[in-house]
T-cell receptor
Framework: GDSVTQMEGPVTLSEEAFLTINCTYT??????LFWYVQYPGEGLQLLLK?????DKGSNKGFEATYRKETTSFHLEKGSVQVSDSAVYFC?????????????FGKGTRLSVIA | GAVVSQHPSRVICKSGTSVKIECRSL??????MFWYRQFPKQSLMLMAT?????????EQGVEKDKFLINHASLTLSTLTVTSAHPEDSSFYIC?????????????FGPGTRLTVT
């Protein structure tokens, strides 16, 4: 079945450091890929998405590129801030319609210290 | 646009009582709603998938008689935890999926923290 594998956390960085959170996936066909962010005590928010190979999703300084050849969708940010501290989930949707739920990775907790 | 609300955001109940959690899509019609459970510092566990007007599909290991899901309309789904026990304490998150063109996007509610004493 479909699956998502994320690097295990927690990840602790100093403010303004470069962030990479690795995500690889296994899926049939051509899935859509997502990054969600969960701030403490809150639900999930869509951070960015990509629907086809070589697409780059970006938002709030975060970027991720859909790499079909390596089945990856790594999340990057050039300079993190304390406010980026949260849990980040990589997810895929293997169908563009219907009842298929998202398949989530286990999440990576990021802590940014001043 | 694409806002999903949940109510209540927090609830504390006594063991043996039932609790109802509402999930609403505020500005779109949700063809499908999903209910997740999240334990501390863990990922989301899908509990069930519901479509408006039909019975929910529960994931393996989820007791459908304990977690009653009603998807009464295209904008409202409810999860009722019946005869709650302390082990049901958790963070419950719903999401709603609507047709936004080519991609059926999924939007999440802010979650409901249930504490059973």
């Amino acid at each position: 079945g479909d699956s998502v594998t994320q690097m295990e956390g927690p990840v602790t960085l100093s403010e303004e450091a470069f962030l990479t959170i690795n995500c690889t996936y296994t899926a049939t066909g051509y899935p859509s890929l997502f990054w969600y962010v969960q701030y403490p005590g809150e639900g999930l928010q869509l951070l960015l998405k990509a629907t086809k190979a070589d697409d780059k999703g970006s938002n709030k300084g975060f970027e991720a590129t859909y790499r079909k050849e390596t089945t990856s969708f790594h999340l990057e940010k050039g300079s993190v801030q304390v406010s980026d501290s949260a849990v980040y989930f990589c997810a895929l949707s293997s169908q563009s319609s219907g009842n298929t739920p998202l398949v989530f990775g286990k999440g990576t907790r990021l802590s940014v210290i001043a | 646009g694409a806002v999903v609300s949940q109510h209540p955001s927090r609830v504390i109940c006594k063991s043996g009582t039932s609790v109802k959690i509402e999930c609403r899509s505020l500005d779109f019609q949700a063809t499908t709603m999903f209910w997740y459970r999240q334990f501390p510092k863990q990922s989301l566990m899908l509990m069930a998938t519901s479509n408006e007007g039909s019975k929910a599909t529960y994931e393996q290991g989820v007791e459908k008689d304990k977690f009653l899901i009603n998807h009464a309309s295209l904008t409202l789904s409810t999860l009722t935890v019946t005869s709650a026990h302390p082990e049901d304490s958790s963070f419950y998150i719903c999401s709603a999926r609507g047709d936004f063109g080519r991609l059926y996007e999924q939007y999440f509610g802010p979650g409901t923290r249930l504490t059973v004493t």
